[in-house]
T-cell receptor
Framework: GENVEQHPSTLSVQEGDSAVIKCTYS??????FPWYKQELGKGPQLIID?????GEKKDQRIAVTLNKTAKHFSLHITETQPEDSAVYFC???????????FGSGTRLLVRP | DAGITQSPRHKVTETGTPVTLRCHQT?????MYWYRQDPGHGLRLIHY???????DKGEVSDGYSVSRSKTEDFLLTLESATSSQTSVYFC??????????FGQGTRLTVV
């Protein structure tokens, strides 16, 4: 089955700097890769997703890149703000299984 | 916010007792999921459902069972709770290969 590895487990950046979180997946048939943000005491919420037919997607300060050959995808947050501090999860899914498998999470701290 | 309600939100139970967690949705989404969240392990899939009475195992299904007798409800049962099942449990819903919406979570403590 699918296995998703996520790094780093914790990340501390200065406000205004960029943050990058990386994930690798094992199932070459996976074709949907979402990223979720979880704030304290809440359930995860989708912030951006990408499908295997594109290599990059942007939404304001957030971007995701996908390298299908290497089976890895990354989340890029530019101009970080204190409100970006949260736990971020990557996930992977293949169309035929509908199993959404998550990485272990990255705790991002943005220092003012 | 997507209409997902988990109940109870908090529960303390004794080892060996049965426990049922409920996930109720008002969105008519086909897919429903149960995850557990533990420090260092992220979100691990327990079971999921792809329709009424259609369920399948996830990554960590041992000790858990599920049922879905109608579209809106997905029940997670711990037949005989153990301390290793102390965790935060999240329900999620989705349509096919689209955004999954999560509930607020249930904090379960097995003593």
């Amino acid at each position: 089955g699918e296995n998703v590895e996520q790094h780093p487990s914790t990340l501390s950046v200065q406000e205004g700097d960029s943050a990058v979180i990386k994930c690798t997946y094992s199932d070459s048939a996976s074709n949907y890769f979402p990223w979720y943000k979880q704030e304290l005491g809440k359930g995860p919420q989708l912030i951006i997703d990408i499908r295997s037919n594109v290599g990059e997607k942007k939404d304001q300060r957030i971007a995701v890149t996908l390298n299908k050959t290497a089976k890895h995808f990354s989340l890029h947050i530019t101009e970080t703000q204190p409100e970006d501090s949260a736990v971020y999860f990557c996930a992977a899914m293949r169309d035929s299984s509908y199993k959404l498998i998550f990485g272990s999470g990255t705790r991002l701290l943005v220092r003012p | 916010d997507a209409g997902i309600t988990q109940s109870p939100r908090h529960k303390v139970t004794e080892t060996g007792t049965p426990v049922t967690l409920r996930c109720h949705q008002t969105e008519n989404h086909r897919y429903m999921y149960w995850y557990r969240q533990d420090p260092g392990h992220g979100l691990r899939l327990i079971h999921y459902s792809y329709g009424v009475k259609d369920t399948d195992k996830g990554e960590v299904s041992d000790g858990y069972s599920v049922s879905r007798s109608k579209t809106e409800d997905f029940l997670l049962t711990l037949e005989s709770a153990t301390s290793s099942q102390t965790s935060v449990y999240f329900c999620a819903i989705s349509q096919a290969n689209t955004e999954a919406f999560f509930g607020q979570g249930t904090r379960l403590t097995v003593v």
